[in-house]
């Protein structure tokens, strides 16, 4: 567990299902959780700090330990309307648009391409923060995922993904967060102009 800005805390976890390390984070001042899976300390970390007060999922495909943390803390789980059908028989998990402030400072951006639910979520504390699903990973540098894993027409969705995170650039904060690969807690903004031209 790592404190990457003023109460923004990381850390990773073997995922179960793709047997690899990914990143989650608790944003404490507004009391949410990104993308959990549990942290090594378990979930009573969370028992000793203000608890969390909602889940946002990145994409459907995050959610991860959120049913856990659910279970403890009474705490909703939202994903955006365009993947809910990922949860017609369950479990509960509450649909957000594109443009809502979810918590004072997190508001949903649409990304899309990848998927019609992919968002990114900015966070307005500190120096602001820019929270990414699958859209890029960062493992020693901001990248693509391998086309294998970006469907039938990798280029087209590469462009489509260059195109929504330019627009994203216009959105104030300097940290990125990304679900697969390690946060760049300052310049991250620079980082992401970089990549996408």
Partial sequence: MEEIGPGIH???AKHPKIGIEVSSYYVEPSRTLLDPLLPAEGIEWFRERPAPQRIILTNRHHYRHSGEVQAEFGCPVLCNENGLHEFDSGP?????AFGDELAEGVTAHEVGAICPEETAVH????????AIADGLINHGGVGFVPDGLLGDDPEEIK???RES???LLDVEFDG???AHG???PRGGKGALREFVG
Wanted: net charge neutral; aromatic share 18%; charged share 20%.
């Fill in 159 to 161: 462009r489509g993904l």
């Fill in 10 to 12: 990381h850390w990773t």
């Fill in 92 to 96: 509960e998990v509450e649909g957000f």
């Fill in 182 to 184: 390690d946060p760049i």
């Fill in 165 to 167: 995170y330019r627009r």
């Fill in 176 to 178: 990125v967060l990304f």
């Fill in 123 to 130: 966070v307005q504390v500190g120096v602001g923060y820019l």
